[in-house]
């Protein structure tokens, strides 16, 4: 009896102590540096609380007011959030489209058995090196190859294919233009090779099955392996969709903080940025960042759902 | 409905540089120790020898198993037939025609696979409709052929489920299901029973044979375990190592082995081995095992004759079934007996081999363990092979 009553006094022993003990630090550095400025930034976008010259306004409890601002038309003639917004998905979209594309059409190539592609590795780390480079030193380079006096524009006067430097940084078309391709060097080998892993995960048989049901390649991708790499091709989408919303340091470096020209490439968080400039307006920053965290948390809830889906 | 023939087929698989380095490592691992042979495939300048000198005739609605241990290229052949392995070299023929480089979608053969392949986002009607939605036969025809495949298998109650909502054993007939609603040429299938359990293996196996006689298509089957190969085939190809050992009915290869192999690999318990003499006493063949004499069947005088086999060292088979228990013959001391029912399997050690003898029990409790008993066997069951090249010789 003694010998069981040590067994059992041994058995009470926990472990989880430790496992809070060594979780302590992250959740020190959460709280101070995560969930206090979060809450912060939630609590500063009911205030009026800004910088007018020397003066510190507020803060002063206003409601939604700063909400409502976002979404009413101001002095320059348009709803701010809405052109930015539409700033930022026309971004967004012509780096992601291409980025998908092509994506897919490397991963299937990668993975097909009856292509076999020798030397893949070299091949998935060449694709993969741009998403190491730093997006601002990446956006400094385009700048410099692209200004009136960049390489770019030397070669085409050269070649005599122009008479007059092209402005590509002065130019809605262009600037888009070379922001959607430098997101989409940036990240098309990271899509790679994610989409390369769910492709991996199906099972070869399947593949074999429908080619043996008679299907053709094409049949093949949409019957087969389209639906069964969807969950990864949705997080795949989303995530870059949730990149695209928080895109800053790309067009801001090209367009030197300007969104130039004429704000056509100014997005949300260059927006946001703008407000914690000179006028230090943490109320609208505030209120648009609550809204940026409202639309983040929809798309990740929609991503958990779709790959939780049994 | 089709005959498929193999001419001289040949499967290699091209070898990289690291595996030419394994290749040689291995190479002299062998000539440094000759038993160590671990890989069974061959590994050749060329590549990995998978399948040589593969030559088959199947008849059409003939039901064909090819069966072998791991690795001795069944499943390579099968898939070769199939489209989804290229061929090295030699021909492929269906139905008179040479296929070598037809596409899979294009030879009108179906394939259960050995993980069923079913396709998890669409439900069972889907995965048997689906080559049939491809083929772009009129909807109420896939109707109409999917409920009739679906009642063969009795599978009518789970057409609206999704793969995963399946039993193994559901799962299997589904897989079934979707191969014959497409009325192939021929049906392949590769190790289809081997993911479910015994009892399930059985019952499918019997299931199996009645399809069989309900549909009218040329099958090729591909599994590892002798007695379905035993059970299913009309014709059984046995292989190993990339080549075939012996073609034949089951009883044809039950009863006349072609080699040590064969001899061991069908029928289970496995043949016991001897080794013996072959002498000539009086004009007649007699094997001579420690002392233990016994004079072969006429039968097997007959053809040792014709090939007017030498007195030679050999190795003699006996079938556990075949040993019986008697009074004089060899000696062997039983290690572990196992009541099987109407039979007994008796493990002996006879000069440190094991031997395996079948004892009918006939209602009696008898107790053989650790006691010594005195066995032998008539001269019609024994199978005598060279200890040179290790083939029967009287074939």
Not at chain 1, 159 to 169: K, M, R, Y
Not at chain 1, 182 to 210: C, K, P, R
Not at chain 2, 125 to 144: F, T, V
């Amino acid at each position: 009896m003694e010998k069981m009553k040590k067994l059992s006094k041994t058995k009470s022993i926990s472990y989880a102590k430790w496992g809070y003990i060594f979780i302590i630090p992250f959740f020190v550095v959460y709280l101070i540096f995560t969930l206090y400025p979060q809450l912060l930034t939630i609590y500063n976008s009911f205030f009026e609380y800004y910088r007018d010259g020397l003066n510190v306004i507020g803060p002063n409890f206003v409601g939604l007011r700063n909400y409502k601002e976002l979404f009413t038309i101001n002095n320059a003639g348009y709803v701010p959030i809405v052109k930015y917004s539409l700033n930022t998905l026309i971004l967004w979209i012509i780096g992601a489209v291409p980025q998908f594309l092509i994506a897919m059409l490397l991963a299937l190539f990668f993975t097909s058995t009856r292509l076999n592609i020798k030397g893949q590795q070299f091949f998935k780390t060449v694709i993969y090196m741009p998403n190491l480079i730093m997006a601002s030193a990446f956006s400094m380079l385009f700048f410099a190859l692209f200004s009136q006096v960049g390489p770019i524009n030397q070669l085409l006067q050269s070649w005599g294919a122009v008479n007059e430097p092209i402005n590509f940084l002065g130019m809605t078309i262009s600037v888009r233009g070379l922001i959607g391709l430098m997101n989409f060097l940036m990240w098309f080998g990271n899509t790679t090779i994610l989409l390369m892993a769910g492709i991996q995960g199906i099972d070869e048989s399947m593949f074999e099955s429908a080619r043996l049901d008679g299907s053709n390649s094409t049949q093949v991708f949409f019957n087969i392996t389209m639906p069964l790499l969807m969950p990864i091709f949705i997080y795949v989408f989303i995530t870059s969709m949730i990149g695209g919303i928080q895109m800053f340091d790309v067009p801001q470096v090209l367009t030197n903080g300007k969104g130039t020209p004429n704000l056509t490439s100014t997005t949300l968080i260059m927006y946001l940025n703008n407000f914690l400039g000179v006028s230090k307006n943490f109320g609208m920053a505030g209120a648009v960042s609550v809204l940026l965290f409202i639309i983040t948390a929809v798309l990740s809830a929609f991503v958990f759902k779709t790959i939780t889906r049994k | 409905m089709a005959e498929v023939t193999l001419k001289n087929i040949k499967k290699v698989y091209p070898i990289g540089d690291t595996e030419k380095k394994q290749r040689k490592a291995l190479k002299k691992s062998k000539e440094e120790n000759p038993e160590s042979n671990k890989a069974n495939l061959q590994i050749t300048d060329e590549g990995v020898v998978a399948v040589q000198e593969f030559s088959l005739d199947i008849k059409d609605k003939e039901f064909v198993v090819l069966v072998g241990p791991s690795g001795c290229g069944k499943s390579t052949t099968l898939r070769m037939v199939a489209g989804l392995e290229e061929i090295t070299s030699g021909e492929l023929y269906i139905d008179g025609n040479l296929v070598n480089s037809v596409e899979p979608k294009d030879r009108d053969i179906a394939m259960v696979f050995q993980t069923y392949a079913l396709y998890p986002h669409m439900t069972v009607r889907d995965n048997m409709a689906y080559s049939l939605k491809i083929k772009k036969l009129p909807k109420e025809e896939i109707e109409a052929k999917v409920n009739e495949a679906a009642e063969i298998l009795d599978i009518t109650q789970y057409l609206d489920r999704k793969p995963k909502a399946l039993s193994g054993g559901q799962r299997q007939r589904v897989a079934i299901g979707r191969a014959i609603v497409r009325d192939p040429k021929v049906l392949l299938m590769d190790e289809p029973l081997s993911n479910l359990d015994a009892k399930l293996r059985n019952q499918m196996r019997s299931e199996i044979i009645k399809l069989r006689q309900r549909i009218n298509t040329t099958f090729i089957y591909v599994t590892h375990d002798q007695t379905e190969a035993m059970t299913l085939g009309d014709r059984i190809v046995v292989m190993k190592d990339g080549f075939i050992q012996q073609i034949g009915t089951p009883q044809e290869v039950y009863d006349h082995p072609s080699n040590l192999f064969v001899s061991g690999f069908i029928g289970t318990p496995q043949m016991n081995y001897f080794d013996a003499k072959l002498e000539v006493e009086n004009g007649k063949y007699v094997v001579n095992t420690d002392g233990y004499k016994v004079v072969l069947s006429e039968e097997k005088q007959v053809r040792l004759k014709e090939k007017d086999v030498k007195p030679q060292d050999v190795t003699l088979g006996v079938r556990p079934d075949h040993i019986v228990l008697s009074e004089n013959g060899l000696k062997g001391k039983v290690d572990v007996s196992e009541l099987m029912g109407p039979s007994c399997h008796l493990h002996m050690t006879v000069d440190g081999k094991d031997v395996i003898a079948i004892v009918p029990t006939e209602g009696k409790k008898v107790d053989y363990v650790n006691k010594e008993v005195d066995f032998g066997f008539n001269g019609n069951v024994c199978h005598i092979f060279s200890k040179e090249d290790e083939k029967n010789l009287e074939y």
